[in-house]
């Protein structure tokens, strides 16, 4: 898992120059669009929430002991708790919106790669556009089910005095891994069904982790990292995934649909 999370990671490695090579920064106007746009509104969100839901839980306690205390925690847990939920709708709102711009990024990638034109001599799953956005839409709500589903117990973790810190750790690869997921999906879309990807992108979890801690480390940058986080990320991940598909010999089967 840890060496699968490394070759994630470095498949970042060049993504600048290989975007510019391709000339693939035209295809990113509209979902850095998309990304600066989604990231204010929750922004803003987050920064009128945060202090309501902290004094929310501080309404746990009754007793009169411990109540500065207790208060003070709470604020830092809704705090978290905020900036948790706001990473995972933003992460993805843009990967569902963006889906049918980034199938043209992956395309080229994976031409450059393999040589042949996904288009006209390899033989793959048609899509239109609406096709490739209800794909987005059906995948990135799955993934929030389940990420949401894993939030909830990971957050009650913070509560446990000594071990409460693995919460933030576990928090960061569960939105990891499912950035990952989402990016991977762009190239994995052309390829294979929506029950087959989600088991593909299931047997290169580390792949996927390693592809979403840099992207949420991405997000940690003020402004600049909400407009470069999709180029380098889906450049990355649609880099490492047609790696993946060449060594086990998907690119040449015909996939149904």
């Known amino acids: 898992m840890l060496h699968n999370i490394i070759k994630g990671i470095k498949a970042y490695a060049g993504t600048f120059g290989l975007i510019s090579k391709l000339g693939l920064w035209k295809y990113f106007g509209i979902p850095i669009l998309i990304s600066v746009l989604t990231a204010f509104g929750i922004g803003l969100l987050a920064y009128g929430l945060s202090d309501d839901l902290g004094a929310f839980i501080s309404r746990i306690w009754i007793w009169e002991w411990g109540k500065e205390t207790f208060t003070t925690i709470s ?22 919106l963006s889906a049918p711009f980034m199938n043209p990024v992956s395309e080229r990638i994976e031409q450059h790669y393999t040589g042949i034109d996904p288009k006209e001599q390899h033989i793959h799953r048609e899509t239109t556009f609406q096709e490739q956005l209800w794909r987005g839409i059906r995948i990135n709500v799955r993934n929030l089910a389940k990420e949401l589903l894993l939030t909830i117990p990971i957050l009650l973790i913070s509560f446990i005095p000594l071990i409460g810190f693995l ?18 999906d762009y190239t994995l879309e052309r390829h294979f069904k929506y029950r087959e990807s989600i088991d593909f992108v299931s047997s290169h979890k580390g792949i996927a982790i390693g592809n979403g801690i840099v992207f949420m480390l991405f997000l940690l940058i003020p ?23 060449k060594s086990e010999n998907h690119l040449s089967i015909k996939q149904n649909d």
């Open 223 to 245: 402004v600049i990292g909400v407009i470069l986080v999709l180029p380098l990320s889906v450049t990355a991940a649609s880099t490492k995934t047609v790696e993946l598909l």
């Open 167 to 184: 919460s933030t750790i576990l928090l960061f690869l569960v939105q990891a891994y499912y950035a990952g997921f989402g990016n991977m």
């Open 75 to 96: 604020e830092v847990i809704g705090g978290i708790t905020i900036i948790a939920i706001g990473l995972i709708l933003y992460k993805h709102i843009i990967m569902a």
